[in-house]
């Protein structure tokens, strides 16, 4: 499975930004896809996840500000993120895992200016 990130960007504090992940195959394997990220000089951390029910997960220094989804008919995540802070700046990769394997994408930045 390859996963193909959208572009990043940079914005200014408040404003919003739509990631989106695409997967080269058919979702129906994959049983958790997932938003992580990596800021300078800090460890890979967990953003988001979405299970093939649906079922949600956040970091809690995110809770409330993003919005993760899939369609799996488009076999794509998208994570929606508004009121974005100077702190959300980092690497965002996504992730997508099935019962044997874990598959990343090449990561996208996303700066958010004071």
């Known amino acids: 499975v390859q996963l193909v990130e959208s572009e990043g960007g940079l914005v200014r504090a408040g404003e919003s930004l739509r990631l989106s992940c695409a997967a080269s195959t058919s979702t129906f394997s994959i049983r958790t896809m997932g938003w992580y990220r990596q800021a300078p000089g800090k460890q890979r951390e967990l953003v988001a996840t979405i299970t093939s029910g649906g079922t949600t997960d956040y970091a809690d220094s995110v809770k409330g500000r993003f919005t993760i989804s899939r369609d799996n008919a488009k076999n794509t995540m998208y994570l929606e993120m508004n009121s974005l802070k100077p702190e959300d700046t980092a690497v965002y990769s996504c992730?997508?895992?099935?019962?044997?394997?874990?598959?990343w994408g090449q990561g996208t930045q996303v700066t958010v200016s004071s």
């Open positions: 992730n997508a895992r099935t019962f044997t394997e874990s598959y």
